[in-house]
């Protein structure tokens, strides 16, 4: 367990944890346009829990989880590596400006560096300034114009 400023607590989620990661992930849907839905939250946060298919780490503060970030492991064909795929980093409105997320996405490094990857990647809105003046300020670089993203709804 890892602790910050004002003795916020970083640590990873487990069943415990469900209810609340659920509601802020919930939220975190939310910020992207979707409808809010917290059965649909709160199933597929229990899922990616209880089968191990995700990695979460919560930031706690004395007792209320203020923020989370989402961690899957994946590999790079073309490195030969393993890296991990960040989709999810929120914090509440009551812990922003804090330095939460910053502690988040530092635990995830911390984490991803002890499980042997080489890299971590993630995708972000370009509406989203806060959160790409945040990876950049942690030495996440932009990679534009190499690839295309490409998406099939199946």
Known sequence: MQVGANNMKIFQASQQHIPEVAGLFDLYRQF???EPDFE????????RIQNSESTIFV??????????????????S????????????????SGRNSGIGAMLMNKA????????????????EFSNKAGQHLYE????????????????KI
């Open 109 to 124: 490094t911390e984490y991803a560096r002890e499980q042997g990857a080489s890299r971590i990647d993630l995708t972000t």
């Open 40 to 47: 649909l939250a709160k199933n597929f946060i229990s899922e």
């Open 78 to 93: 073309v490195d030969a590596i393993k890296i991990y795929i960040l989709h999810d980093l929120f914090v509440d409105t």
């Open 137 to 152: 300020k942690l030495g996440y670089k932009k990679v534009l114009e190499e690839y295309y993203t490409y998406s099939l």
């Open 59 to 76: 930031a706690d503060d004395n007792g209320k989880i203020k923020g989370f970030v989402q961690l899957y492991p994946s590999y790079c």
């Open 32 to 34: 992207y346009q979707c």
